[in-house]
């Protein structure tokens, strides 16, 4: 009894590092989600296709589930115009809010200075579904670790909490960032997942190692016709 009891005890503490998701077409779908999860994790994810379908009233409906918010809107436009949606998104009382690193300076200073002390603010690096090959098709001769680290470093210049990245950046970021920072990292494919359009992945428990603090996971959980047996199965293979 003892043992199972440590047991659960590592898949609830393994639990609230992973953050849900909601990359579902509708309120009523994201919302059977949160019910089924909420007892089990604290964070979920909103990006850009439920947000526009939905609307800022889904961040609520979450939120009185009682869950926290990750808003994945990575936000990239002139500095004034990102300055006034990190606002909004502050008033909506959001625990996580993303923005794209390749803004520049000027855009991510007006972000960190809009922002809310209740909200942090985390900098997209390279997108998990970017290669080398998409690199050098916009511009950018360097390999992608090295655009990764130099975003990273760019950004918390300028003052963010925290940082999104693939899995294979996570050791190089811990490295040059140390462990004061947060790592909120998706690309998380569990051995028995598909990859789909992620290119940079890695499994769950090779990322925790390598140092990230949250997991952002999609399809393995929500994407299942059991998304609670997924998650419990995802904790195990961490645990």
Not at 2 to 22: F, G, P, V, Y
Not at 61 to 74: C, M, P, S, T, Y
């Amino acid at each position: 009894m003892a043992q199972k009891n440590r047991m659960n005890s590592t898949a609830s503490a393994t639990a609230t590092r992973i953050i849900a998701a909601l990359d579902v077409p509708t309120a009523e779908d994201a919302a059977r989600l949160v019910k089924l999860l909420s007892g089990r994790i604290t964070f979920f994810k909103i990006g850009l296709q439920l947000f526009t379908a939905a609307g800022p009233d889904i961040v609520r409906r979450v939120q009185d589930f009682g869950a926290k918010v990750f808003l994945d809107l990575k936000l990239h436009d002139i500095p004034n115009t990102v300055a006034k949606a990190v606002e909004n998104a502050g008033k909506l009382g959001v625990e996580m809010l993303t923005i794209h690193l390749s803004g520049g300076g000027a855009m991510i200073a007006a972000a960190v200075k809009a922002r809310t002390e209740a909200t942090q603010l985390l900098g997209v690096t390279v997108l998990t579904s970017i290669d080398q090959e998409t690199l050098r098709e916009t511009g950018v001769s360097g390999g992608v670790q090295d655009q990764v680290v130099r975003l990273a470093r760019l950004g918390r210049n300028s003052g963010i909490d925290g940082f999104v990245a693939s899995p294979r950046e996570v050791s190089a970021l811990r490295e040059n960032l140390g462990p004061g920072v947060t790592l909120v990292i998706p690309g998380v494919r569990p051995a028995w997942a598909e990859a789909g359009d992620q290119k940079r992945t890695m499994p769950p428990a090779d990322i925790i190692r390598a140092g990230a603090d949250y997991l952002v996971v999609g399809r393995p959980i929500t994407g299942q016709a059991d998304p609670v047996a997924a998650l419990d199965r995802l904790c195990a293979e961490i645990a």
